[in-house]
Structures are given as C-alpha cells and as structure tokens.
C-alpha cells in the first residue's frame, strides 16, 4: 500500500470505529408442551432395636417392591438412598434404629405409573413425589423451538431500535445463549406422604402443559445508514 494510503486508512479506522453503536438486547420465549413422562418417587422405611434388624425389613420390602415394579411393562425403576441412623426421641426414651430407602418410577403411561404406585403403597411404601415432567428429548427440542424464536425476536427489536436511532444494524457481537445456564426440564410436583391402607386408591396424577423458556442477550452492532 502506498503511503499516503496507508496514513488515510488509519486516520480513517479510528472515525469508523467511533461511529459503532453497541446495543445491549435480551430477549426470551416460552413454549407449552405437553409432558410425557410420570415420574413418581416412593420411600421404604423401618425402626426397629438393632442395625440389623432395620437394614434385614427394609432390604426384604425393597426386594419385594422391585419385584412387583419390574413386571410393570414401559416403566424404568431404580432404587435411591439408602440411609441407617440412630434415634432417641428424648433423653428419657431408649434408642432405637430407623432405615429407610428410595424407589424411583418413570413412565410414559400414567394409567399404569398410578396403578403401579398404588400397588406399592398398598405394600408400605410412602409416596415422596408424584408428577409429571419432559423427557430429555422432548425437552432438547422444545428448548431448541423457544430459542429460534427468542432468536428471531431479537433480530427483529435490533431492527427496530436501529430504525428509531436512524441508524442500520449491522450484526451481532458477543452473543450469549440461556445467559442463566439453566437447562429446560419439568418439574416434578411434590405429592402429600400417604401411608400405606389395604383398600387404597390408587393415587391421582393429571398432567398441565409444561412452559420450556429460552434466552439469549447480545451486543447489537449499529452504524450510520449509508
């Protein structure tokens, strides 16, 4: 490059640079979704004199509990914690040990996630929680949806703001997806603890649609209009 093209191109970076608007924007979108998925929790519990004792029921109740759930077709089951520990109500009272495990439930029946759970409360086991919530691909596609429109609403306030500054937008800088890190996924709503009856219902669940939000902010880039 000659020089005294060389000495305007940098005389003229600086002017260029300075007429760089940045426009800080963030924007989100939410989505209903139906969930597909029941998933329920159950707690085995036993109190008894000796170590021994509270492990030997809770280990009988829990095989017992897997056997009746793994002939429930369409549903995945797996045991939580498993916890041991002491207990005196007071210091007048006598020791005594209490056990307790966890057995987890998901399926996309919910007719037979609920008819499996009232199986096992009739068996002992306490309902800890009960509800519906995404599966993980639902949810990645659901999220994936409420970002290309969080995506497009933005564009279009950059557009917007540019226009009202009488500037043009340009691109953007900086773009950051979901700021808060947060992944989209439903919730499982608690349920009351119910203690175990021989003439027990079975337990109720019904399903409301789920909202899967997404974000994004970026520096929006605006210059001059030609």
């Known amino acids: 490059m000659r020089p005294h093209l060389l000495a305007a191109a940098l005389l003229l970076a600086p002017t260029m640079a300075a007429a760089e608007t940045l426009l800080h924007l963030s924007e989100a979108a939410q989505i209903q979704i139906h969930p597909d998925r029941l998933a329920a929790s159950l707690r085995l519990e036993a109190d008894g004199a000796t170590t021994t004792e509270v492990q030997a ?25 498993y ?29 037979a996630v609920q008819t499996l759970v009232g199986s096992l409360q009739a068996q002992g086991l306490i309902v800890q929680q009960l509800g519906w919530r995404l599966a993980a691909e639902t949810a990645r596609k659901a999220h994936a949806e409420a970002l290309q429109m969080a995506i497009k609403q933005l564009r279009g306030r950059a557009d917007d703001a540019a226009n009202a500054l009488g500037l043009a937008f340009v691109s953007f800088r900086t773009v950051n997806l979901d700021p808060s890190g947060v992944a989209p996924r ?9 203690s175990a009856s021989a003439a027990m219902p079975n337990p109720v669940a019904e399903a409301t649609d789920i909202t899967v939000e997404a974000r994004i902010e970026a520096d929006a880039v605006l210059q001059p209009k030609p």
């Open 186 to 194: 439903g919730m499982i709503m608690a349920a009351p603890m119910v």
């Open 83 to 111: 916890s041991v520990w002491q207990v005196q109500p007071n210091p007048q009272a006598a020791k005594h040990w209490h056990a307790t495990q966890t057995l987890d439930l998901v399926g996309s029946d919910g007719a």
């Open 57 to 81: 029921k809770v280990n009988a109740g829990m095989s017992s509990a897997l056997e009746v759930s793994k002939k429930a077709a369409g549903i995945t089951v797996s045991t939580g914690s």
